[in-house]
């Protein structure tokens, strides 16, 4: 099986950075500015003969269900980029824009329609794209539109079912989502008209003086199917050659735009399936096709062609849909992990003296959580890159430019690696957003200032994690005066012990943020924090308050098993706040595998040694959370032989010895499979083994139990508010009223200070 030595490296690195942190550049970042002033960020760079005023570029981060029926970009999209532009990024780049309707079914649903925007219509769609691209020039920035030649295998396989039409690939490949589906091979007649429409696509792309195109040719899409011959194994005709269909894409586009026409195009230097799933790529039926992908010097010598045949400007990074973590890297990824595979490329392109057909040379983009202003700046003084890429930190801030360029770096709103907003709520059916901007993909409906109130109240705001803080500076920003009560000496609720893990670095940086920002409010007067304060009820009550708002967090699941009370047991969130509490333990079992469970594993195996199980009575580990994040974790998990165990109740407890019940059905799912995704609830797939109702009992032994089976809703102050009437104006927000995640919090709590 063939492997690349530093990819194999890398994706080791990936996973135990967090024990050899210092080595090498898997580290975490922080949100500082000892590189300040960004001399190389805010420097202009030339992109064919066009020049771009700084290094940093919007990725394409993608735009479902922001656009009307028609595909063509409403006031939603046009006002989600704006924001970025305005916000001093120096290259705009859309979401994905498929050119193969007619030709992958996977792009249509029912009634003829589709969640992603168009540009191949007609004139329609035509006056959307021409919006965006004038209203970003208005503020000095660039536009590239993204083109995909489509989904393939990595398409919606409903269409099998709502159209009774298969899913497409280059060959004979099982669809991503249900690998029980085959997806068809394509024509060589279609994919010339894949590319032609392409062709067609970039010169109306150029009509609408949007100022380049952007074809995504990484990930697995479509256009990767066809040129990595992991998935393309065809023996005839002209698309045999698995270089031939990106090579003509660029040629035909070339034809239609000209050779001023910028182009540029999203790859990976290496799947890296073989590197992440060693052995297991010759077992899985659903990998073991995948086994002949792009090496590092094929990769090379493919874009080398690609330049040749037209190509400008090149990002990079590794991984597909199969290993999702790699191009979505999660909180649990370290920082700049992509810079290694971005200096190879650069450095190829010096040593062969490469030039794009301009004369110029060919910007290579890093990618990969660079959201960190020095990071990024020491990314191009040590030549790993010529531009960086941002995608979720643009999410989080759009003036994250802005910011940098001005030294205010510590008032930029950290990214947190979540991915619920960015990513997971396009999959479940909405669309982008963002865990901690409340206005992302909002900007048309919140204005940039929250208008200031027409009668200033008196608000308490009880609890200060996420939601409650969002609140109180909201709230006070447009003149309210604000007290926020805290019953312990810490901002940050749950942020704060699930902060801890040095893979939660994301996190830790916002919890930082919401910490100054308080801080200042403060100092100027606008929140009056009071600290180690528990607010009764009838204290409420006789300061006569506006309005109460309870951001009070969840109480902890105590399951009621026999012998519970005498076991010994720790909640996952007290002994990440209290690590001494492990004592001399060198074994530990975790009792539920959601996120909390999981995570906490990872860090008691990884950065304490401690030999690891992990119960979970659902047949699928952290199910709900983003599959990049739940991969990534999952899959090292398993690498460093943490136990983990599905299907699995318990049933008492006897001193340090844990009894459960377990499904021990033949189709019980396998808790370790990271290549293949959990459906959203609303999907059924009808081909699925049905779990069968064998069950034995077992049993495991350890030295320290550690409960994660979640929290309920504290809505008791609330209640107890409502029923004594505490204020004119009360409200529950959070995890107290809905007991979820920083996402919905921080939503309600700015949908809620903007209108009190």
Known sequence: MPKDKIIEELTHQYGNWVAQEGTGKCKAAAMTQELYPYSELFSPIKINHMTVKNRLVMAPMGNIDMCEETGRPNDKMIQYFLARAKGGTGLITSGLIPVSYGIDNSLIELGNLTYFPRIDRSRT?????????????????????????????????????????????????????????????LSDHKLKKIIKNAGQAAADAMAADIDGVYLHGHEGYLLEQVTNPAFNRRKLGRFADWQAFGIDMVKEIRRRCGDRFPIMYRIDLSLALNETYGETMDKEKSLKKYKNGRSIQMTLDYMDNLVKAGVDIFDVDLGCYDNWWLPHPPASMPAGCFLDISRIVKQHFAEKKILSNAGVSVPVVAVGKLGYPDLAEKALRDGDCDMVMLGRPLLADPDWCNKAYAGKVSEIIPCIGCQEGCLNEFVEGGHPQCAVNPRTAFEHIYPEIPAPAKEPKRIAVVGAGPAGTTLALTASARGHKVDLLEKTDKIGGKIISGSVPKFKFDLDNYRKYLERQVENASKDGRINLIKNFTATTDWLKEQKYDAVVFAVGTKPAIPPIPGIDKAPTIEATDLLTHPDKLGKSKSAIVIGGGVVGCETAYWLAYEYGLKVSVLEMMPYFMDGACTANRGHLIHYLHDKGVNLINCAKVTGFEGNTVKYRRNV????????????????????????????????????????IVLAAGGHPDDSQFLEAQRENAAPLL?????????????????????????L
């Open 125 to 185: 769609v035509f006056c959307g794209w021409r919006d965006i691209a004038h209203g970003i020039h208005n503020y000095g920035a660039k536009f590239f539109i993204q083109l995909t030649a489509g989904m393939g295998r990595v398409g919606n396989p409903q269409c099998l079912i709502t159209q009774h039409k298969f899913p497409v690939s280059a060959s004979f490949n099982p669809n991503f989502y249900i690998t029980q589906i085959p997806c068809m091979r």
């Open 665 to 704: 059905s033949k189709n019980r799912p396998n808790p370790y499979v990271t290549w293949t995704p959990i459906l959203p609830k609303n999907v059924e797939n009808p081909l699925a083994p049905k779990l069968g109702p064998e069950e034995e009992d077992s049993s495991l032994a350890a030295d320290i």
């Open 731 to 755: 409200y529950n927000i959070g995890d107290s009223f809905a007991g979820k995640r920083v996402f919905e919090a921080v939503q309600a709590a700015y949908a809620l200070g903007t209108k």
